[in-house]
C-alpha cells in the first residue's frame, strides 16, 4: 500500500506567511516574486536556491520575436508535438504571452545573446517551423534565467528556508465545507539529509513549484534533487494528476558507458538546430525518410527513431547513435561552451569528433492538474511548472516551450495572489491513515525496473513486469524506516513510478511520447487525459475509454 503520509520526527516549531511556495526553479521564484509587494512569501527548498532543473536548461525560452515569425505558427508547432492532446486555449495564451514573459525578464536583468542589431539572437529546435528561441550564453541559458530569479526574488525580500523537505501538504476545511490546503510539514535538514528539526509552516496559499521525476529513471538529464516530491505530496493531498505516462525522452544525451546512472550530460537540441545530423554507428543518417524535419523532427519522433536504430544493432553498436556537428568547427566551443567541457570531460572532442548520444528521461510532460494560472482542483494548492499539467503540452513538450511556461504561470499566480488570497483556514490533523517510509536502499531496484520497462518504448507484458516489481517495494514501506531525504524521496519515486507504470499500461495506444510496442498507432479514442488520484484503497484511473468516470471506477 502506497502510504498516504511520510514518516518523520515530531513537529516542534510553526511559522505562518501568506503564501509558501516549494521548490526554487523558474516557476516558484516568479510565483514568489510576482507575489512579494503585497504579500510575506516563504520559499522552501530542499537544496540551495539554484539546485533545481531550470540552471540546466540549455536550449532557451520560446517565444515570437521574429517579424517574420508568428504566434499563429508557434500555436500550430505546440500542437502538433503535443499529438492531439493539447488544450488549444491554453496553447494560445501562453504564446501570447511569451514574448512579454522574455522582456520582462530582459528588465529584470536578464542577459540574452544577441544579434549583430542587437536584438536577441534566436536560433531554432526541434519542431519549431521558425527561429524563436531565446538563449544566453550560447548554451546557458536556464543558468541565467535561475540567476535573474535568484537576485530579483531575494531583493524584493522573499525569504528562503533552504535545506529543508517539504513533507506532506496540511489540509483544513473552509467557510463552504471544503477541503483547502492550510501549509506544509516541512523538515529541516542537514548536509547528510538527516532531519534536525520538523516544523509546521500554515499559509493561505501553497504553491507547488517541485519540477519533475526524472530521477525515477536510472539514466536522465535532471539534476538529482528532481524525484517528484511535490506530485508525491499533491497526490497524498488529493489532488488529481493527469497525463503522467507522457514521459518525454530526449533524444540527445551524451552516451558515457553502458553502466552510467543518474544525470547525464544533456546535449542540446539547439546543436540540432545548427545544422548537427544524427548518425548510427554504419555512418547511415537516422532520421531520413523518417520525418519532413529529418534531425529537427519533435523530439518523441526522433527518440522512438534513435531507439529503433539501437534496436537494430547497425555495426554491433545497440546502445547509442552519433550526433555530427563538426561542420561547425571551433565555433561550437563558442555557440556551445557547456556541452564542449562535457563532451571533453568524457574524451570526446565535438570540434573533430562526432557525439556519441542516446536517449534519456528528460521532462514530464504531465503532473498535478491545473490551469495556467496554476490553480487546481483543491482550493489554497497551486502548481505551476513542471510539475503541473495544464495541457499546453499534451502528449509530447515542444522544445523549449517550458521555461516559458514556467515563467508566464509562475508570475500570472503570483500576480494573481498578490490581488487576492484564498481564506484563512485553520490546519487540522489527519485522520489515521497508512504511513511509513521505503528505505533508500531500494532506490537503485526502482530506478532501473523503470528505465528497463517504461522507457522510450514500451509493452504490457514490461508494463506489467514493472508494476509487480513496484508491489513488492510497497510491501517494504514501514514505519520502522529511518527518515531521512533518501527514504523521504525513495517514498516519493515509488508513489511516482506507481502512479506512471498504471496510466501508461491502462494507455493502449502510441501517441506523443508514449509508444507501445503492442499498440503501435494512435486510436481516436485514447485523445483524452488519463486523470490519476490516491486514497486509502490505493491508486485510481479516471478518464479510460468506455469506463464510468466515477471515482472508484478503476483501482489499483
Known amino acids: 500500500m502506497l502510504p498516504l503520509a511520510l514518516d518523520a520526527p515530531a513537529v516542534t516549531w510553526t511559522r505562518d506567511v501568506d503564501v509558501v511556495v516549494l521548490g526554487s526553479g523558474a516557476a516558484g521564484l516568479a510565483a514568489a516574486l510576482a507575489v512579494r509587494p503585497l504579500r510575506s512569501v516563504l520559499l522552501v527548498t530542499k537544496d540551495t ?28 508547432d505546440t500542437l502538433e508535438a503535443g499529438a492531439g492532446l493539447c488544450d488549444e486555449m491554453t496553447v494560445r495564451e501562453l504564446v501570447a504571452e511569451a514574448p512579454d514573459a ?43 534565467v535561475q540567476r535573474t530569479l535568484d537576485q530579483r526574488a531575494l531583493a524584493a525580500g522573499v525569504e528562503l528556508l533552504d535545506r529543508a523537505f517539504a513533507l506532506d501538504i496540511v489540509m483544513g476545511t473552509n467557510s463552504s465545507g471544503k477541503a483547502q490546503a492550510a501549509g506544509v510539514r516541512v523538515a529541516r535538514i542537514d548536509g547528510n539529509g538527516m532531519p534536525l528539526s520538523v516544523g509546521l509552516v500554515t499559509a493561505r496559499a501553497v504553491v507547488v513549484a517541485t519540477g519533475g ?43 558515457t558507458g553502458p553502466d552510467a546512472v543518474g544525470q547525464q550530460p544533456l546535449i542540446s537540441e539547439a546543436v540540432r538546430g545548427e545544422g548537427a545530423i544524427l548518425y548510427d554507428a554504419l555512418g547511415e543518417r537516422v532520421m531520413v525518410g523518417v520525418h ?73 510532460c504531465g503532473g498535478i492538474r491545473a ?3 496554476g490553480c487546481t482542483g483543491i482550493a489554497g494548492l497551486y502548481a505551476v511548472g513542471e510539475v503541473a499539467c495544464t495541457g499546453l503540452h499534451g502528449a509530447n513538450r515542444l522544445a523549449s516551450n517550458s521555461v516559458t511556461e514556467g515563467l508566464v504561470a509562475g508570475t500570472r499566480l503570483g500576480r494573481n495572489l498578490a490581488w487576492r488570497l484564498p481564506e484563512h483556514v485553520e490546519p487540522v490533523d489527519a485522520p489515521d491513515s497508512p504511513s511509513g517510509l521505503l528505505g533508500a536502499g531500494h532506490r537503485g531496484l526502482l ?51 506507481t502512479a506512471v507504470v498504471v496510466a501508461a499500461l491502462a494507455r493502449t495506444e502510441s501517441r506523443g511520447c508514449h509508444r507501445r510496442s503492442d499498440w503501435p498507432a494512435p486510436l481516436d479514442d485514447w485523445r483524452r487525459h488519463l486523470g490519476v488520484y490516491l486514497d486509502g484503497s490505493g491508486l485510481h484511473l479516471d478518464g479510460i475509454p468506455g469506463a464510468a468516470p466515477a471515482p472508484g471506477s478503476e483501482r489499483v
Open 49 to 76: 536556491l539554484d539546485a533545481g532543473a531550470t540552471a540546466w536548461a540549455q536550449g532557451g525560452l520560446a517565444a515570437v520575436l521574429d517579424p517574420q515569425d508568428s504566434l499563429e505558427a508557434h500555436v500550430s
Open 102 to 144: 522574455i522582456r520582462y525578464l530582459m528588465t529584470l536583468g536578464a542577459a540574452f545573446d544577441e544579434s549583430g542589431d542587437g536584438s536577441p539572437s534566436l536560433t531554432r529546435e526541434g519542431g519549431h517551423s521558425a527561429n524563436r528561441i531565446v538563449h544566453s550564453h550560447g548554451d546557458q541559458s536556464g543558468r541565467e
Open 213 to 255: 521525476y526524472g530521477q525515477v529513471f536510472a539514466s536522465t538529464s535532471n539534476p538529482p534533487a528532481v524525484t517528484g516530491d511535490g506530485l508525491a505530496a499533491a497526490l497524498r493531498a488529493g489532488a488529481e494528476a493527469a497525463d503522467l505516462e507522457f514521459i518525454q525522452f530526449h533524444p540527445t544525451v551524451l552516451y
Open 292 to 364: 519532413p524535419l529529418e534531425d529537427l523532427a519533435p523530439r518523441d519522433v526522433v527518440a522512438a527513431a534513435i531507439s529503433r536504430r539501437m534496436a537494430e544493432s547497425p555495426g554491433g553498436v545497440d546502445d547509442h547513435v552519433f550526433l555530427d556537428a563538426t561542420h561547425l568547427g571551433t565555433s561550437f566551443e563558442t555557440r556551445f561552451p557547456s556541452i564542449t567541457e562535457a563532451c571533453r570531460a568524457n574524451g570526446i572532442d565535438p570540434v573533430t569528433q562526432r557525439i556519441p548520444v542516446a536517449p534519456a528521461a528528460h521532462y514530464a
Open 371 to 373: 490551469d495556467l494560472d
Open 447 to 497: 530506478r532501473a525496473e523503470m528505465s528497463r520497462h517504461v522507457g522510450v518504448m514500451r509493452s504490457e507484458s514490461g508494463l506489467r513486469s514493472c508494476l509487480e516489481a513496484l508491489a513488492e517495494l510497497s510491501s517494504e514501506v514501514s514505519v520502522g524506516t529511518t527518515a531521512s531525504r533518501r527514504s523521504w524521496e525513495a517514498t516519493n519515486l515509488l508513489t511516482v513510478a
